[in-house]
């Protein structure tokens, strides 16, 4: 199950997080957290759900459906964190994986410091996995001067692992990082990809949600999910004026350069 919020470019949100769960063999349920007005350059603006709605779309599939693992999203108000909160608390047994959305691709914010502080101390201690990026990361532990400090912070809180991505940093390979048992596990180095794209945090996130409700141990989960979102990027397209999409989809599609004509 998908708690996130809806991007109608479909690259990133509610509709990159099916994509990913379908390829990785899963069946997704979709629970709305807010509508967005966006592109692939940026958010204009969005408009949060009730939060009363996304406990009962939740509730509703989790009392009819055997759900294996949740994934969870944009969050825009400490309200519908909460809201989260009070279903997760309740399905203890489930893995969750938490892909901490706080600004869009072109840098705009998306939650502000109450919202961050209730991640911190409502979501993090009911999450398996978290996967910030570089940027993410350093704004969840903004006390600590590098990544590692930063992951050592945020496995405080109370999650299981850590998975902080490189696609941020000013290194010649993307270097992600995964974090547990107050240590450093493993660093994964991957081709950096020309270009910037839309929707690769929710593709990883959902990806490694999928495998784990396979019941896939979350250090083989990380990796098979980092490969299919490498993959997904290489094949990605330009459809907008903004950031490429990823195709999410090219095992299906017959494409081996990663071009596509529209």
């Not at 990883?204 to 999910?225: F, W």
Request: charged share 20%.
């Amino acid at each position: 199950m998908t708690i996130a919020g809806h991007d109608p470019t479909g690259g990133a949100g509610i509709q990159a997080d099916i994509e990913a769960m379908i390829s990785m063999g899963c069946h997704a349920c979709a629970v709305i957290t807010a509508a967005t007005i966006q592109d692939t350059a940026q958010v204009i603006g969005y408009s949060p759900l009730n939060p009363d709605l996304v406990i009962q779309q939740s509730r509703a599939v989790l009392e009819d459906m055997p759900v294996h693992a949740i994934k969870i999203g944009m969050l825009p108000t400490r309200e519908i964190v909460e809201a989260v909160h009070s279903i997760l608390i309740d399905y203890p047994r489930i893995p969750v994986i938490l892909d901490p959305v706080m600004a869009s691709g072109g840098g705009n914010a998306l939650i502000d410091d109450e919202v961050t502080d209730a991640l911190l101390n409502l979501l993090l201690p009911q999450t398996t996995i978290v996967t910030p990026n570089s940027p993410e990361a350093r704004r969840l532990a903004q006390d600590s001067d590098t990544l590692d400090a930063c992951a050592m912070s945020i496995l405080d809180h109370g999650c299981e692992y850590v998975l902080i991505t490189g696609t941020h940093e000013n290194t010649q390979q993307v270097h992600n990082t995964l974090y547990g048992n107050n240590r450093k596990l493993e660093t994964y180095d991957w081709d950096r990809l020309d270009g910037s794209y839309h929707g690769s945090g929710c593709t990883l996130s959902s990806a490694i949600a999928a495998l784990m409700a396979q019941g896939q141990e979350p250090m083989t989960a990380t990796l098979e999910a980092q490969r299919f979102t490498w993959e997904s990027l290489k094949h990605g397209y330009q459809l907008g004026m903004g950031q490429r999409l990823p195709n999410r989809l090219f095992w299906c599609s017959g494409e081996e350069d990663g071009e596509n004509e529209d």
